[in-house]
Nanobody
Framework: QVQLVESGGGLVQPGGSLRLSCAAS????????MSWYRQAPGKERDLVAS????????NYADSVKGRFTISRDNVKNLVYLQMNSLKPEDTAVYYC??????????WGQGTQVTVSS
C-alpha cells in the first residue's frame, strides 16, 4: 500500500523558514518522481515543486522559485521541501504526492503551513 506522511509544518513569521518532510512507503521510492502541492483556503491544489527519481531534475512554480528547494533521500525514502523567505501568501496545506502505475496518484494527509506575524 502506497503511503505518504508529511511533517514539519507550523506557524512562522514572514521571512522565516520551514523544512517539510514526506516519508514514503509501499513502493520502490527511488523509481518515482515526487512532488509537493499546496492548497490555500478556497483555492485549488497547485503544484509547488517536483523532483526526478535521482534528484537530477527539479521544477518549481514561479511563485516559489529562488525561495523553495525540493530534495530527496533515496536511502531513507524521504522527500523534503526547504522553504525560505516565507510570505503570507505561502500559507496553505502542503501535500506530498506520487503517481504510481496501477495505484493512481497518492496524496499524504497534508501539513499546515501558516505564515503570519
Amino acid at each position: 500500500q502506497v503511503q505518504l506522511v508529511e511533517s514539519g509544518g507550523g506557524l512562522v513569521q514572514p521571512g522565516g523558514s520551514l523544512r517539510l518532510s514526506c516519508a514514503a512507503s509501499g513502493f520502490i521510492f527511488r523509481m518515482f518522481a515526487m512532488s509537493w502541492y499546496r492548497q490555500a483556503p478556497g483555492k485549488e491544489r497547485d503544484l509547488v515543486a517536483s523532483i526526478s527519481t535521482f534528484g537530477g531534475s527539479t521544477n518549481y512554480a514561479d511563485s516559489v522559485k529562488g525561495r523553495f528547494t525540493i530534495s530527496r533521500d533515496n536511502v531513507k525514502n524521504l522527500v523534503y521541501l526547504q522553504m525560505n523567505s516565507l510570505k503570507p501568501e505561502d500559507t496553505a496545506v502542503y501535500y506530498c504526492a506520487v503517481a504510481v502505475p496501477g495505484a493512481g496518484t497518492t496524496w499524504g494527509q497534508g501539513t499546515q503551513v501558516t505564515v503570519s506575524s
